[in-house]
């Protein structure tokens, strides 16, 4: 199911300029949310975020557009029952020839809706570290640019070691985040994670955890970590929109108890909370 | 002028899958390459790259196909009498959700063909330094990949300071490549340029430059090169398909007489001839 220009056409197919800077040169961003029953859950966060790193790289974005793609696809998963993944995709848009963007940029949005299994929420996943870094010298590790075939690769990799995501280190050997989300890493009564300038994203859960701690008892701190800091965690978890929070069982041969967790069982419970109360529906519908 | 699937198009649109992975996640390659006459230069060379680049990333690519695109599309420029920048594009094609590539891939190939001035072939260049590094530690940065948001970032600041394009360094300081070209630097009887590993392109006008060189009195070399180094260089130049060679007269503040040097005019009086006879065509159509 894709939104196109205003419109909601069935299957991914549409005309495309194939000079489109998105295809082209990665020059785009998107956004990943999940819609239940109909709503998609911190609609104005993924909204502001996707806004706001539109304007860190030039490209003219209008929020109401944006909303108007994402309510669209998900009141039709609200009319066929689904858990939808709405990932929406803005590029510069086309192009002459060249890296110089256009001086009056015409972008183009979409987005697509898919199903999204309820299975995958707070499923527990094991992290192979990579030898590629994220490339946190560039402004664009801070964003959800189209460009991610190194964590494509990272991903390959894992997988071909038994491994479910790849974790990332920057550039001074701090880690950053997993090819698919943030981190956390729980220190007794401090919930931790790597700050924006470690070259990660400001994922939306990442900052719904980072508000929710207070009331589950913990202290949040963005500060920088190395391997052997986080490997020395008591639990550690995965953030992202589809898979909310992901209990960290293993990183290489590292094994750790995240699932059982007692303070990692509260934040799970708090973000199933807010999941379902902003999405209007029962926690039962959220996991 | 669109090549898509064996037939070419006036214009640009077709219609695309917009799950299409080198939309979503920059999972493909691209190649420029240079026609003049209704053929192009180093054809074989650009093709054999494509290929093992795609192998490289375990993209499915047919040689025969990419062939038949870009002559497909020289033919046209041969009728119409321009100067053609052939582009052409390989994705690893359409796929569910997630960053696991599929395992059956159906790649999408297509090729654009635009006019291109023959005034930018052997013209200067002004450098900038950019703080974002090219990152070697993936094995993207050797390839050609369609993720090109850094060079577009570092080319906005460069033109933003009245610079021509960006020079990146790698993660460990080393000079890497401009944003759309390798560097070369002359030291007396030697041209050096950064070895692969150092996050490099292995550009076709490179490798050319690479052979011509003994025939132009001058030894070959593949070394890393810190800035300072550079900057102390008799000349310095960069290379890519459509400008051939560049000299570069300024890297920053430091300005260099390169188009004058007279090693590297006959760097360029070798690869004009090299180019020419490629072509088919008398050295005056080439620059």
Known sequence: MLWRDGTIVPGTHAPLDHTDRGLTLGDGLFDTALAIGGRVAF?????????????????????????????????EGARTGDRLAIRTTLTRGSGPRGLKPPEDPSPTLFAIAAPSARSIAFAPLRLRPTAIARNDTSPAARLKTLGYLDAVLAAREAAASGFDEALFRNTRGHVACAGTGNLFALFGESVVTPPLDDGVLAGIVR???????????????ERSLTLPDLLGAEAVFLTNSLRLIAPVTAIGDTAFASAGHPALARLMAALKASVARACGVAEDRVA
Chains 1, 2 share one sequence.
């Open 207 to 221: 900052g719904a955890v980072l508000e929710l701690a207070g009331g589950c008892g913990l202290r949040a701190e």
């Open 43 to 75: 609609e104005q966060a993924h909204i502001d975020r996707l806004v706001a790193s539109a304007a860190a790289l030039g490209i003219p974005a209008e929020a109401e557009r944006i909303r108007a793609a994402i309510r669209g696809l998900a009141g």
